[in-house]
């Protein structure tokens, strides 16, 4: 028999108390891993993306070379929009907030094994439940009020994540596509309920709700700008995925699991629930987003003028890209959600002072996409190779 086929038919069989025993005491018997080794591989994860954002920028100064524009004065005026002053320092937050709960799910889906590509339909989802519930109980007090409809924004965006999560995992549907299609599903029904059901009653039909109850609005921030509690949320939520994932039992199995399902069946993990709550809880974090950006706006209403995307602002993709800067770790992805905040909102400053097209900004933003995803597979072997060396110099 090959040595496939005998492992194929081990995983068939449960890991016995024996084996369990043996795998532990080897564990247990491996010697530490010193700082080189701890650090090495970090700093080479950190130092990848960072020099292909310095690559993508490069690139980018070439491209105002030839509008005619001055890449120096173009790139300070970017820094000055994202990070010059308190309330440029707010916008880029507020920018980044939806990136960084997008961002978050996708470190726990990707770590479990599974792509979801459905954060603008989760976020759709998350910011129509919030706004069914703040439609419905209006009068409730705003310290409870709050927190509902939190809640209520990551139960959404948890069924429509757990949705392509059950036909992954119990039909074998590929999530990429599911979770595309229900991206789809997701603009359609929104427009639909602009249309009539949700849509103020005016004599000239928008397609937006009216007003939400006040009581629902998110807190501003002290400090004179436009900070809300929604940033807060968010950070919070990263603290909680990073629990999830490597301080708890769950999160052992989520990451057994996407590391390699067959040996987490063989020992006798739930793998086809794993992919369920992954996407879930991924799903639940995009939910988040959208009630935040529903509630944390400042007409404090649902607006499907625009488009789907004219809502989400595209977080549910850009979050991917915040979640692979981050090197797929929620901690991280904190400030990675903070420089791609900082793209966007110094982008609208780059392109006004220089009066260069808005598609240039849009280019700028696609270029370093694809620098920092193209530099993944270079940053796996980097890191693997720091890794070797530091267990060398142990």
Not at 170 to 178: A, D, N, R
Not at 214 to 224: C, H, I, R, T
Not at 259 to 276: C, D, L, T
Not at 309 to 320: E, K, R, S
Request: proline share 5%; with cysteine.
């Amino acid at each position: 028999m090959s040595a496939c086929a005998s492992l194929h038919n081990c995983a068939e069989r449960p890991l016995h108390a024996g084996a369990r025993g043996h795998l532990m005491t080897m564990a247990s018997d491996a010697p530490a891993p010193n700082m080189v080794s701890r650090l090495a591989p970090r700093l080479v994860a950190l130092a990848v993306p960072i020099t292909a954002v310095v690559a993508a920028l490069a690139l980018g100064a070439i491209m105002l070379i030839a509008l005619g524009a001055s890449p120096l004065s173009g790139y300070a005026a970017l820094l000055d929009g994202a990070f010059g002053g308190w309330n440029a320092l707010a916008d880029t937050a507020l920018k980044g907030m939806p990136l960084l709960l997008v961002g978050v799910g996708i470190c726990i889906a990707f770590r479990t094994g599974v792509v979801n590509l459905g954060g603008e339909g989760q976020i759709i989802a998350g910011a129509l439940f919030a706004t069914i519930v703040s439609l419905s109980i209006p009068g409730t007090p705003r310290v409870i009020l709050v927190p509902i409809l939190i809640l209520a924004g990551a139960i959404g965006g948890a069924l429509w994540g757990a949705i392509p999560g059950s036909l992954k995992a119990y039909y074998g549907v590929s999530e990429i596509l599911s979770t595309i299609m229900m991206n789809i599903i997701a603009a359609q029904f929104l427009s639909f309920l602009l249309l009539d059901w949700l849509a103020e009653p005016q004599e000239i039909r928008i397609q937006q709700t009216k007003r939400l109850s006040p009581n629902g609005d998110l807190p501003v921030l002290p400090g004179g700008t436009r900070l809300h509690l929604g940033v807060v949320i968010a950070i919070i939520v990263a603290v909680v995925g990073f629990i999830i994932l490597f301080k708890s039992s769950l999160g052992v199995r989520l990451r057994a699991v996407g590391h390699n399902p067959h040996a987490s069946k063989y020992a006798g993990m739930p793998v086809q629930r794993s992919v369920v709550e992954a996407l879930a809880i991924s799903g639940a974090c995009a939910g988040i987003a959208g009630a935040v950006l529903v509630f944390g706006s400042e007409s404090h209403r649902l607006i499907g003028e625009g488009g789907a995307i004219g809502f989400t602002q595209n977080a549910g993709f850009n979050g991917i890209v915040t979640a692979l800067f981050g090197g797929l770790h929620p901690l991280a992805t904190i400030p990675a959600a903070f420089l791609f905040g900082g793209l966007l909102t110094g982008g609208i400053k780059l392109q006004r002072e220089l009066q260069v097209p808005a598609a240039l900004i849009v280019a700028l933003n696609g270029v370093i996409v694809i620098f920092v995803v193209g530099s993944l597979k270079l940053r796996t072997r980097l890191s693997a190779w720091a890794a070797r060396v530091g267990g060398a110099a142990q």
